[in-house]
Nanobody, 119 residues
C-alpha cells in the first residue's frame, strides 16, 4: 500500500506565498507522475501542476508563473511553491501520484489540505 501525506496549507493573505509538500510512504513501489489538484467549493477538481520522474512539468496557464512544482525522487516527495496568491486560489489541494506497485499502475490521492487566501 502507498500513502500520500501532505502537511501544510493554511490561511494566507493575497499576494503571499505558501509551500506545500507531499511525501509518499510504503515499500516496493515506483512513482511515475506526481502532482497537485485543487477543488474549490462548488467546482470540479482541476489540475494545478504535475511533474514526471525525470522532471518534465505541466502547469496550466491559470497558475503558470506563480506556482512552481518540484520533486525529490530520493525522498518520494513533491513540492509546490505558490507565490502571488489570489483569493481565487482558495481550495482544497490534493496530492496525486501515479504509482507502479505489485505489477500494477494506479493513482493514489492524499487526504487534501485546505488553502485559504483572504485578508
Amino acid at each position: 500500500q502507498v500513502q500520500l501525506v501532505e502537511p501544510g496549507g493554511g490561511l494566507v493573505q493575497p499576494g503571499g506565498s505558501l509551500r506545500l509538500s507531499c511525501a509518499a510512504s510504503g515499500s516496493g513501489f515506483k512513482i511515475y507522475v506526481m502532482g497537485w489538484y485543487r477543488q474549490a467549493p462548488g467546482k470540479q477538481r482541476e489540475l494545478v501542476a504535475h511533474i514526471t520522474s525525470v522532471g518534465n512539468t505541466n502547469v496550466p496557464d491559470s497558475v503558470k508563473g506563480r506556482f512552481t512544482i518540484s520533486r525529490d525522487n530520493a525522498k518520494n516527495t513533491v513540492y509546490m511553491q505558490k507565490n502571488s496568491l489570489r483569493p481565487e486560489d482558495t481550495a482544497v489541494y490534493y496530492c496525486n501520484a501515479n504509482v507502479l506497485l505489485d505489477g500494477r499502475t494506479r493513482g493514489y490521492w492524499g487526504q487534501g489540505t485546505q488553502v485559504t487566501v483572504s485578508w
